[in-house]
């Protein structure tokens, strides 16, 4: 049943409204890094909320009111993102609609480029905020306009299934808590309004308080709304966590690696084939916490298993041999090829293992020193040729266990990598050289011919690595088809050139074989999200690349994928300044980054820092902007909202000045009363004699003989004013005061504040195309004064 509300009942609706827009905006969270969005949410539904409580005040039909706030919110956007392109700064032209869909378009690509949750860019930004707008419209529309709160669940539903869906049902149960509360609150205030609207409840309170005051008693349905909200929603948290579920294998399917332990089964994830649960991970886009780092330097390039085995399906880990030993029994094996003249610093970090991190493979940095302090210390063992730790049998898991990992970063010279040895005839790193029968003629072509006139391993290597990244036209995307088979590397090095982190570190680890260059990929995390001296690494941070061995240097870490996912190129030596290609300021701890060159075709996103999921934010500041449009816009709403009463006050001054003789007077009493009724909202008996009016409105008055005092008085003051030779001066204005006070008494509250902030007179008594004719409203809605025949 659609009721009208009151002023307060519409005010109390607006705030539920606005939080529960706030509380919608929420859910969209986990679909990007940033929650800068939100903030500027705030701006965009509190305005459209404002414009929609400001028209619905006045009864204006709610086609009209989605309209106003569409356009509210069209011109929000448009002052923040597209200010530049308008006409005088306030009207909109070609251009602006072209920003905007420039806007839309970078938008949809930066998401389609990045699954979520994404990294932060300008325009995904913007259209989240806009989103947030569009909600609280909907939101709007349907609980203030049409009154139909129990319907905003459909929006909510909508909002929840984008990151459901997208995150595979990964969504942290904190997004849905704050739309969930405000939701159910808002029903209950719905629910309230209409129920105080039937009538006074009967309760034990004293009738005579109740009679006094005027007031509902409602502090138990408050209450009882108070209980049924909070255990609604506690009851939708708790559940789930105790509920059982079945595996996928239940249903006849497994994850993706055949081990049913995708995001439909029992919510771990697995790494037992490194490249594909890295695919998955990836494309999937899980925001699980995976592994935590804590340290006094930033652990970067965390290492799972090494890829040394090519095959025709792709690159796997090969059987571990005899040199694999206990990976805490004594010091682990030197990283093999390092001549000692090679400078080494050290390093050490705790590790977590998180216990959804279903995993044999203990997370590293390239070169481990040292283990300690692990729970479970027997069952390790590591690789002595690749330094990657795995479980010794099939029962053992890292998830949940914790250790102290030491590490060993070398820092070649630029004359110890140039002078890298030829390791074609080594017999121990023939394995690292051999490339399936299958292998593409593409791959060797391409080699050639990006390598050309480079001497050394290592610039034919750092050619290759440039080439990916910059010259070659690659483009970074993880919607592009995954795999690291010949069909797929022979596509990805022809034609396509769009690929992830798997194509990027296969490619360019196959055609260093090709050059005679021992060559494997490392599958693993890139950087993880810091919290003071602790990183967290997740399923969005998993990352491959190529690791080639130099002789007198040993395996050295590349990073074919371009910019805008992994930062600048890994540094690989200090105090040179003639390598161009290089970063002069650190060695292979991979510890510092530098931006990535705006000359790079693949570069195709803003300059972002390297974050897990390779995103940042646009500037890491407040985004002030927005704010500041939004709160100009409020402001200027605000005091648009003064102006019919200002030029109201302006009239009522004036005519009063512009008394100069008792005729004028008394003409300009009689206007200001009749101003004053239609303000009121109350019949005006147009071309009715002063008399007639007179008699229409005394029985609103009669209850205050002063005020029908001075009826009778401004009355005969017409009267003479108009028909009698002369007039007798008098001082009217009291009199009219005192009209006016006793008809306000006689209306609502509501219609009184309208008659303060909307007065009717000033349409020069033109009724608006959508009110109903007839006398004003009281209280409930009834109708209050009826008109009396002369």
Same mark, same amino acid.
């Given at each position: 049943?659609?009721?009208?509300?009151? @002023?307060?009942?519409?005010?109390?609706?607006?705030?539920?409204?606005?939080?529960?827009?706030?509380?919608?905006?929420?859910?969209?969270?986990?679909?990007?890094?940033?929650?800068?969005?939100?903030?500027?949410?705030?701006?965009?539904?509190?305005?459209?909320?404002?414009?929609?409580?400001?028209?619905?005040?006045?009864?204006?039909?709610?086609?009209?009111?989605?309209?106003?706030?569409?356009?509210?919110?069209?011109?929000?956007?448009?002052?923040?993102?597209?200010?530049? $392109?308008?006409?005088?700064?306030?009207?909109?032209?070609?251009?602006?609609?072209?920003?905007?869909?420039?806007?839309?378009?970078?938008?949809?690509?930066?998401?389609?480029?990045?699954?979520?949750?994404?990294?932060?860019?300008?325009?995904?930004?913007?259209?989240? @905020?806009?989103?947030?707008?569009?909600?609280?419209?909907?939101?709007?529309?349907?609980?203030?306009?049409?009154?139909?709160?129990?319907?905003?669940?459909?929006?909510?539903?909508?909002?929840?299934?984008?990151?459901?869906?997208?995150?595979?049902?990964?969504?942290?149960?904190?997004?849905?808590?704050?739309?969930?509360?405000?939701?159910?609150?808002?029903?209950?205030?719905?629910?309230?309004?209409?129920? $105080?609207?039937?009538?006074?409840?009967?309760?034990?309170?004293?009738?005579?308080?109740?009679?006094?005051?005027?007031?509902?008693?409602?502090?138990?349905?408050?209450?009882?709304?108070?209980?049924?909200?909070?255990?609604?929603?506690?009851?939708?948290?708790?559940?789930?966590?105790?509920?059982?579920?079945?595996?996928?294998?239940?249903?006849?399917?497994?994850?993706?690696?055949?081990?049913?332990?995708?995001?439909?089964?029992?919510?771990?994830?697995?790494?037992?084939?490194?490249?594909?649960?890295?695919?998955?991970?990836?494309?999937?886009?899980?925001?699980?916490?995976?592994?935590?780092?804590?340290?006094?330097?930033?652990?970067?390039?965390?290492?799972?298993?090494?890829?040394?085995?090519?095959?025709?399906?792709?690159?796997?880990?090969?059987?571990?041999?005899?040199?694999?030993?206990?990976?805490?029994?004594?010091?682990?094996?030197?990283?093999?090829?390092?001549?000692?003249?090679?400078?080494?610093?050290?390093?050490?970090?705790?590790?977590?293992?998180?216990?959804?991190?279903?995993? +044999?493979?203990?997370?590293?940095?390239?070169?481990?020193?040292?283990?300690?302090?692990?729970?479970?210390?027997?069952?390790?063992?590591?690789?002595?040729?690749?330094?990657?730790?795995?479980?010794?049998?099939?029962?053992?898991?890292?998830?949940?266990?914790?250790?102290?990992?030491?590490?060993?970063?070398?820092?070649?010279?630029?004359?110890?990598?140039?002078?890298?040895?030829?390791?074609?005839?080594?017999?121990?790193?023939?394995?690292?050289?051999?490339?399936?029968?299958?292998?593409?003629?593409?791959?060797?072509?391409?080699?050639?011919?990006?390598?050309?006139?480079?001497?050394?391993?290592?610039?034919?290597?750092?050619?290759?690595?440039?080439?990916?990244?910059?010259?070659?036209?690659? $483009?970074?995307?993880?919607?592009?088809?995954?795999?690291?088979?010949?069909?797929?590397?022979?596509?990805?090095?022809?034609?396509?050139?769009?690929?992830?982190?798997?194509?990027?570190?296969?490619?360019?680890?196959?055609?260093?074989?090709?050059?005679?260059?021992? @060559?494997?990929?490392?599958?693993?995390?890139?950087?993880?999200?810091?919290?003071?001296?602790?990183?967290?690494?997740?399923?969005?941070?998993?990352?491959?690349?190529?690791?080639?061995?130099?002789?007198?240097?040993?395996?050295?870490?590349?990073?074919?994928?371009?910019?805008?996912? +992994?930062?600048?190129?890994?540094?690989?030596?200090?105090?040179?300044?003639?390598?161009?290609?290089?970063?002069?300021?650190?060695?292979?701890?991979?510890?510092?980054?530098?931006?990535?060159?705006?000359?790079?075709?693949?570069?195709?996103?803003?300059?972002?820092?390297? $974050?897990?999921?390779?995103?940042?934010?646009?500037?890491?500041?407040?985004?002030?902007?927005?704010?500041?449009?939004?709160?100009?816009?409020? @402001?200027?709403?605000?005091?648009?909202?003064?102006?019919?009463?200002?030029?109201?006050?302006?009239?009522?001054?004036?005519?009063?000045?512009?008394?100069?003789?008792?005729?004028?007077?008394?003409?300009?009493?009689?206007?200001?009363?009749?101003?004053?009724?239609?303000?009121?909202?109350?019949?005006?008996?147009?071309?009715?004699?002063?008399?007639?009016?007179?008699?229409?409105?005394?029985?609103?008055?009669?209850?205050?003989?002063?005020?029908?005092?001075?009826?009778?008085?401004?009355?005969?003051?017409?009267?003479?004013?108009?028909?009698?030779?002369?007039?007798?001066?008098?001082?009217?204005?009291?009199?009219?005061?005192?009209?006016?006070?006793?008809?306000?008494?006689?209306?609502?509250?509501?219609?009184?504040?309208?008659?303060?902030?909307?007065?009717?007179?000033?349409?020069?008594?033109?009724?608006?195309?959508?009110?109903?004719?007839?006398?004003?409203?009281?209280?409930?809605?009834?109708?209050?004064?009826?008109?009396?025949?002369?």
């Amino acid at each position: 049943m659609k009721v009208h509300r009151d @002023a307060r009942d519409q005010a109390r609706m607006a705030l539920w409204i606005w939080l529960a827009a706030l509380g919608g905006s929420f859910a969209l969270a986990p679909l990007t890094e940033s929650r800068a969005y939100v903030i500027v949410g705030f701006v965009s539904a509190g305005l459209v909320v404002l414009v929609g409580l400001g028209l619905r005040t006045v009864r204006t039909p709610w086609p009209l009111i989605l309209l106003a706030e569409l356009v509210a919110l069209f011109w929000w956007a448009m002052l923040t993102y597209a200010s530049d $392109t308008t006409a005088f700064g306030l009207v909109p032209t070609g251009d602006t609609f072209r920003e905007f869909d420039a806007i839309l378009t970078d938008a949809l690509d930066h998401a389609q480029q990045y699954a979520a949750p994404v990294p932060q860019d300008a325009s995904l930004h913007a259209l989240l @905020a806009i989103t947030v707008g569009l909600i609280a419209i909907a939101i709007d529309l349907l609980a203030g306009s049409l009154q139909h709160s129990p319907a905003v669940g459909l929006v909510f539903l909508a909002v929840y299934m984008a990151p459901v869906a997208l995150l595979s049902g990964h969504v942290s149960l904190w997004f849905f808590v704050p739309g969930a509360l405000a939701y159910v609150f808002l029903i209950a205030a719905e629910e309230r309004s209409t129920i $105080t609207r039937w009538g006074r409840n009967i309760s034990y309170a004293d009738s005579t308080a109740l009679a006094q005051s005027g007031g509902i008693y409602s502090s138990g349905l408050a209450s009882a709304g108070r209980r049924v909200g909070f255990g609604a929603v506690a009851l939708a948290v708790v559940v789930p966590l105790v509920v059982p579920t079945f595996s996928t294998n239940f249903f006849g399917s497994g994850g993706i690696d055949g081990g049913g332990q995708g995001p439909g089964g029992n919510g771990d994830v697995q790494l037992g084939d490194p490249m594909a649960d890295m695919r998955r991970n990836l494309t999937g886009q899980s925001p699980r916490e995976l592994v935590r780092m804590t340290g006094i330097s930033e652990p970067s390039y965390v290492r799972l298993a090494a890829l040394d085995s090519l095959s025709d399906a792709g690159w796997e880990p090969s059987q571990r041999g005899p040199k694999t030993q206990n990976a805490t029994s004594g010091t682990p094996p030197f990283d093999p090829g390092r001549d000692p003249e090679v400078t080494t610093s050290t390093a050490a970090f705790d590790v977590k293992v998180s216990d959804d991190f279903d995993t +044999t493979w203990l997370p590293t940095i390239y070169s481990p020193a040292s283990f300690s302090d692990m729970d479970d210390d027997g069952s390790w063992l590591i690789d002595g040729v690749n330094l990657d730790v795995v479980a010794g049998d099939e029962d053992t898991s890292a998830a949940g266990i914790e250790y102290r990992l030491g590490v060993r970063y070398t820092h070649p010279t630029q004359a110890q990598l140039e002078a890298a040895g030829d390791t074609r005839d080594s017999q121990s790193f023939r394995p690292m050289l051999e490339l399936p029968e299958s292998t593409p003629a593409i791959v060797g072509q391409r080699a050639d011919e990006v390598t050309e006139g480079e001497e050394s391993d290592f610039d034919k290597a750092v050619a290759i690595q440039d080439w990916f990244r910059s010259t070659g036209g690659f $483009t970074y995307s993880t919607a592009q088809a995954s795999g690291s088979g010949m069909e797929t590397i022979e596509s990805f090095l022809k034609d396509d050139r769009v690929g992830y982190c798997e194509q990027f570190a296969s490619a360019m680890a196959m055609m260093a074989r090709s050059l005679g260059i021992p @060559a494997r990929v490392a599958v693993g995390f890139l950087d993880g999200e810091q919290n003071g001296d602790t990183y967290v690494f997740r399923g969005t941070d998993m990352h491959a690349w190529p690791e080639l061995y130099l002789e007198g240097v040993g395996w050295t870490r590349f990073e074919p994928t371009p910019g805008q996912r +992994t930062g600048a190129p890994p540094a690989f030596f200090e105090g040179s300044s003639d390598n161009a290609n290089t970063d002069q300021t650190l060695g292979q701890s991979g510890n510092a980054k530098t931006p990535t060159d705006d000359s790079s075709p693949s570069a195709n996103l803003d300059k972002v820092d390297a $974050t897990g999921g390779g995103g940042g934010n646009d500037d890491g500041g407040f985004p002030w902007m927005p704010v500041a449009v939004g709160a100009l816009i409020l @402001a200027l709403l605000v005091l648009l909202g003064f102006v019919p009463r200002t030029l109201r006050s302006i009239v009522r001054r004036r005519r009063w000045e512009a008394v100069s003789d008792p005729t004028r007077a008394a003409e300009a009493a009689w206007d200001e009363l009749r101003d004053t009724v239609r303000d009121l909202r109350l019949p005006w008996p147009e071309g009715a004699t002063p008399r007639a009016t007179g008699r229409r409105l005394r029985p609103m008055i009669e209850s205050r003989q002063h005020a029908v005092d001075g009826l009778n008085h401004l009355v005969l003051a017409v009267e003479r004013a108009r028909y009698a030779p002369s007039a007798e001066p008098t001082d009217l204005r009291d009199d009219v005061t005192a009209i006016g006070d006793a008809l306000a008494s006689r209306v609502s509250r509501r219609t009184r504040r309208k008659a303060l902030w909307l007065p009717a007179s000033l349409l020069g008594g033109v009724r608006l195309p959508w009110r109903t004719t007839g006398a004003g409203r009281g209280r409930g809605g009834q109708t209050e004064l009826l008109a009396l025949e002369e």
